[in-house]
């Protein structure tokens, strides 16, 4: 059947159009804090290009030197012109600087800041093409949670949401290292009271392994909500600095459940460097591990 001249034609069905069931066929990125923070943005672009990754996710964490960047219009030009020179993307921000100025806070001085730090992560990424800022999702990190800060963290989330929309920012809760926020489950409950587009779920498997969370039925809880997920290697209770097959995540496993709920959004390899420059020569390693797991899906 044909279509009227002038008119659009009929979409094609999703297979005809391009196939994004295969795992594999997903973009790979890079955790910014796998490399030196000596590099400069356009070297740390090229290095990730070079380890075979397809773009980096940037991090933002409670140090003045990275959290001063969503200040500075200087680096919203150095990361674009990064970018546009290497042709490597940055689609994603990890903002981790709510561990020390979590939006829960009892303390008004701190949530302040935390809620001030989301905005400006949100104006950093409007600017510089980044889609997604997924938050370090603490009421109140370490032992002074309670129902109280559980509250307020549900009113300043709201407030987050509002403004991310309003930037055309998707905003996603990464799936922790602590009971509040530790599963998708627990994620997806609070995004189901938000119930907003622009507020996602970004799953950790790395953390949700360490903490011996039921995968299948967790992911599946999420589904089509997650946005991106971290790849990673630990060990029940050790959530970091594991190398990527010396420790117990089954990610045949994850990786199958992920096919299996036709996720397609972002993988992100989460590793850190600790500045350290021997530990580049690690990254296309690590980038061939994740290539051969996802080779298979």
């Known amino acids: 059947m044909g279509y009227v001249s002038g008119g659009q034609p009929p979409l094609a069905s999703r297979k005809e159009r391009i196939d994004l069931s295969n795992l594999r066929e997903l973009p790979l990125g890079l955790y910014e804090k796998a490399i030196s923070s000596k590099l400069s943005w356009k070297e740390k672009l090229k290095l990730a290009k070079h380890s075979g990754f397809d773009f980096v996710e940037m991090n933002v964490d409670g140090t003045p030197e990275r959290m001063k960047r969503l200040y500075s219009d200087e680096t919203v030009l150095e990361v674009r012109r990064a970018v546009e020179s290497t042709g490597i993307p940055i689609h994603t921000m990890a903002l981790t600087a709510n561990r020390i100025f979590p939006l829960g806070s009892e303390d008004a001085a701190i949530r302040s800041k935390g809620l001030e730090l989301v905005e400006r992560a949100i104006c950093f990424a409007s600017k510089t093409g980044i889609r997604l800022v997924h938050l370090a999702a603490y009421d109140e990190h370490g032992a002074h949670r309670n129902e109280t ?43 189901e009271k938000i119930d907003s587009p622009f507020l996602q779920c970004y799953a950790d498997v790395g953390n949700l392994s360490a903490s011996k969370v039921d995968l299948d039925k967790d992911l599946r809880i999420a589904n089509r909500h997650i946005v991106g997920v971290h790849l990673k290697d630990t060990r029940p209770g050790v959530y970091r600095d594991v190398l990527f097959g010396h420790g117990t995540v089954n990610f045949d496993t994850c990786l199958d459940i992920l096919k299996k709920i036709d996720y397609q959004g972002f993988l992100i390899a989460e590793m850190w460097s600790y500045d350290e420059a021997q530990f580049h020569s690690y990254l296309k390693e690590a980038n061939e591990f994740l290539r051969n797991k996802l080779a298979n899906y």
């Open 149 to 191: 800060t559980e509250a307020i963290f549900f009113d300043s989330m709201e407030k987050c949401i509002a403004f991310a929309a309003r930037h055309g920012v998707i905003l996603a809760l990464e799936t922790m290292d602590t009971y509040f926020m530790g599963c998708c489950e627990n994620i997806m409950s609070l995004c």
